[in-house]
C-alpha cells in the first residue's frame, strides 16, 4: 500500500477526505442487528444483498467503524445487509464469508482480522464469482485479484508519523512498543514504518496487546517489570495505550511524564487522555468511512471502473488539542 504524508496539526478534523476521487454521500447515525438481514424487509425490491464480516468489537475505533458502516449501508440506501461479527476470530470470519456464497450475496465486503489464511475461502468466492470489497485491513494471499477495491488508511504511514514525532521530541526514549493483533495489516505495517524510523536499538522491548484495553493493561504492567528503564511507549491504538495508563498509574508512575505514551486511533477517549496530558501524541486513523464502502459496493455491482486503493487521510494531535475539540469528536 502506498505511504502519504500525513497532515500534523493540533486539533482534530472529524471528516475523512478520500484519495483518488470517490465521493462521499450520506452522513452516519444508524443501527442493525448483528448476523441478520438489515431492516427493511422482504426482497428489498432489488436492493444490492451485501453480505459484511467485521472483524470484531475490540476497540473504540471498530465500534465507531461498524456503526458507520451499518449507518450507510441501510434498505434506504439500496442495500440488503447482512452483517457479521467475528469477534476477532479468524475461523468465525471464514465461516461468514462461507454462509455469504451460500446466500448467494451479491457483493461481499470484510474486514481481515489477520493478513493471511485466506486462500482457500478467497478461491471459493472467486470460483462463485462474487466480488469483494476489502475494508480496513489487507490480505496476503496467493488467489489472484483476490478483491476489486479496498479501502482503509495507510498503517504504515501511521507508524511513520508517530516514529517521526517520537524522534524530534524523545530522541534518546527507550521505547516499548504495544503491537496490535500480531498478523494483522495494522500491526505489522505500523511497526515497521515506526521501526524505521526510530532505529531497532531505541526499542527495549516489544509485546501485543492485541489492540483490546484489558490486553493492554497486562501487556503494559508486564512490560514495567521486564524492561525497568522504558520511558516511551507507542501503543497501536488508543485502547491498549488506555490500558496501558492505569498500569502505569498502579506502578506509581505518571503517564505522559514519566512515561511517554504515543498511540494511533484518535478516538474519543484517546484525545481526551491528549487533553488530561496523559497522552502525549495521537496518530489519528479514521474509523468513519462507512459512505465510502457504500459507494463502492454500488459501483462494484454496477460493474464500474474503481480504483484498487482508496487512502482514507489522517490527521495527527498534540497536547494543544483542546476539550471542545474532544467534545466535537463524532466518535
Ligand atoms: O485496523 C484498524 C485498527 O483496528 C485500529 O487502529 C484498532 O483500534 C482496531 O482494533
Known sequence: ????????????????VLALGLAACSSDGGDSGDKTPDAGGGDKGGNIKVGFSQLGAESGWRTANTESVKASLTAENGIDLTFSDAQQKQENQIKALRDFIDQGVDVIAFSPVVETGWDEVLQ???DAEIPVVLVDRTVDTTVADPYVTWIGADFKQEGITAGEWVKANHPDAKI???????????QVD???????????????GKASGNFTRAEGKAAMEAALQAYPDMNLLFAHNDDMGLGAIEAIEAAGKVPGKDIIIVTVDGVRDGLQALVDKKFNYVVECN???????LDAIKKVHAGEELPKETIVVDEAFDQTITQADVDARAY
Open 1 to 16: 500500500m502506498v505511504s502519504k504524508k500525513f497532515r500534523a496539526r493540533g486539533i482534530a478534523a472529524t471528516v475523512a
Open 124 to 126: 471459493e468466492i472467486k
Open 176 to 186: 516499548f512498543e504495544m503491537q496490535g493483533t500480531l498478523g494483522s495489516g495494522a
Open 190 to 204: 505500523r511497526e515497521a514504518g515506526f521501526d524505521e524510523v526510530v532505529g531497532a536499538e531505541n526499542i527495549v
Open 287 to 293: 474509523p468513519v468511512f462507512g459512505d465510502q464502502i
